[in-house]
């Protein structure tokens, strides 16, 4: 870490030592000319591993299933403002799943920039619309300290988008200093009233309490936590929608989301007249309705904050089972694991042929959208997997999430890719990186050639669809043909006509250590 | 137009109607839930052509194309701040042509908002990075007046990228009024001193002066008076770098450009003592470089401005030419119109092809990016055409483009999209949509399976790239295959290995009303 002091060093070789100290050993990238001096630091210093995406939504994706996997921040890379705009929608859905990046934006060089080239965006206003912190490296001396702290950002508690944005003259100019990495920022202890208070509540109310975990609070440990408190006290548990990653089947807890629908979410909550917030927050509809409320609790119903997003879910649940007494809960047997389906598909035996095929420890990144729905019920019993969800609904994160999640496992882990076909060819490049890595991720395209959830909400604004609407709401005309995109884009691909169909071509793809596409016709 | 005063109307009803009473038929779209009623607006009230794209890039890509061509703007439809995230490089290249287009963009119920519901951002600060007018309309009642605002700031001589932000009550709710059309903008009229100061610059130092066109000022008529100018004086004329569209081929003044590259574009700027800008600003480069300057020319030459971006160039250049009693003047022959070329392809021999070949004004969309920097040179022969140009520099317009400029030809004008591999994948989605409207496009994917302009600036850093920036620079792992990729988007493709081969499918496809992609190893 003496390196500056030995030897001179430009901006952008400081950044690439900086960010190895920290441990930060995966690009993400989508270099542009003003990156390779960066791009050259990369390849003369050895350790980080570069994965090219050929958009850049495909990179910020990736780096988001890379952290929800690995649970520690990669970097992205990206070229100048716009590059930064294309790859926005994906930071955006990153920082709702709150997790860490080390977003690194090229730029013009320092001086270069009043001249307005044509190239020359406002990269900052840019940048804030979807990162926690934003910072530009003016001079080379700065790019290491102001590296290190990025670092410290994204892997603090509760997610952290931290972008560097780099002029070019910062990268190339001598006098790059390696900075220290910075100790991880200590997550705020829980509030032992809360505490008190979430117990009283449970002791009292228990079979009318709703414990709802956020975030990490729906991997394993926080979920075995709360879970004794359930078992306790009578009380239910439920995760948020908006879920990173789940940790589920069997021997882990039966866990349900708050549904998307109002009517099904109102539903669900209307009956606790408590609700305990572990790293969660009141559910609120993903858009407003003429005439209906923005939230889905009942206005009776009292909330509890136990934790915040960015303190420690698996502390505050393991003080609150110390304040009950809480004993070891077993978690009920979870019945047969589910036997492939046949026949039509259909989403229940999608859900069913799924659980009953998947490999020990797979990887579900599920972009399904409409279709998706109810896939939870049937695959509790499958065997011990994670499934990550689109988090912030800028739809077109499936594909890449599953990529970096494959890059976070080392391949080690099969990721299925549950994708709907209208947001699937938002990243649909993300399909060549798969390949590129020889990833082993089993992509599922939902066909039904139509964008399902609008022709939904349609229906809701009280008319049938006529032609000029239904120009701007189907897509089989022409018919998108996935299996002939797939191979463009150095796949092997299939297409699926019945779930026995769909269960072969899984069976054939989960033996493979490379990506395959089943095109299902749905 | 009293529609509002008869029957009640929603927000969304009065922004069609006020839509179409200004002209605006023509709305690109890729809609989301909160845009619902405005597609049902769109729905029942005939005249507005929809066209959708299946992403946001696509979307704003067509919508500059269409601007354009058809010289009027078109509106593109977005959903939410990231769906306008995935449009804003397309936006920016927009601005950076002086297009105008009518961004709309559905965003979330005013009284949701607040909620911070997961796809929520900061729309309008998305938006005011690549807008010259931003707007959110609070209710039903402001909708039609800040439609007619926006159209007004699109028709603007000089461009305007108009984002009128709608939340999904304003859209929905009742008291929609209907705005009459405001009147154009009137351009400011040439300063008589500028132009008697240009007028004794081409007198007194003609042969190193220099006239330096930007926008309109490429089209015919400015040409034209331009050429008439430089016939009289001597003086050279010169198109911008940054070109939306220039009028070439036969009968049109055999323009150039000024280079993209640092030394290429000092050279053929040096020599002028006077540089007289017409709608232009003195050329800077697209990127800083360590030890260069900013700026292309040589520090003593003076600039003259005729014209800002924001008045007429034809009146700027027809006073001059009257102050200088400019004589009509013959366009020299640009000699015979070449041969289709052979063997292996060359940017030589792909441009004398397609100068060959080319129907009669025929649209050229070029994101050749470092091929096609020579392509200029051998088509000034070929029929009289139209050349649009990537503007911003965010790659990825290509595509659009020429989808756009299809749809603004309606389909009765051959459009040949001469397209990088590498771009072609950030929005490669615009094939789809050539094959769902039926448009007469001729893609030339130029395939060399590399960032040819990455692995040329790497050059620059002065190193040979090592394995690790290769996997940032190469396409080759796994070959892309455009055949597949097009004929999964619903488009006949094939690949050419010579240029006999690519100059065969031309002409094939050139017969047929329907888009075709081919695929030029390179």
Known sequence: MKLASICPMNGAQSLVHTLLAAGVDVCFANPGTSEMHFVAALDHIPGVRCVLGLQENVVTGMADGYFRIAAKPATSLLHCGPGLANGLGNLHNARRARSGIVNIVGDQATWHRPFDAPLTTDTEALARTASDWVKTSTRASDVGRDAASAVQIARRVGGGIATLVLPSDASWDDGGMVAEPLPDLPAPPIDQHLVETAARILRDHGASTLILLGGTGMLEPAQNAAWRLASATGADVMGEYVCPRMSRGRGRVPLNRVPYGQAAAQQALWRYSHIILVGARPPVGFFGYPGQPSVHHNPATIFHTLSRVDQSPDHALTQLCDALYAPAAAIRDLGDRPVAATG????????????????????????????????????????????????????????????????????????????????????????????????PVTTIILSNRKYEILLNEYATVGATPGVTAMNMLDLANPAIGWVNIAKGLGLDAARAETLEECGDLMRQSFQNQAPFLIELMI
């Open 344 to 439: 039509t598909p259909t989403p229940e035996g999608l859900a069913q042929t799924i659980a009953a095929l998947m490999p020990e420890n797979a990887i579900v990144s599920d972009e399904s959208i409409s279709y998706g729905r109810g896939f939870y019920q049937h695959t509790f019993a499958a065997p011990p997997h994670d499934w990550l969800h689109l988090t912030g609904g800028a739809i077109g994160d499936g594909l890449p999430l599953a990529t970096g999640a494959a890059i976070a496992a080392d391949g080690q882990r099969r990721v299925i890719s549950l994708q709907a076909d209208g947001s699937a060819m938002y990243s649909l490049q993300s399909l060549w990186t798969q390949a590129r890595e020889k990833m």
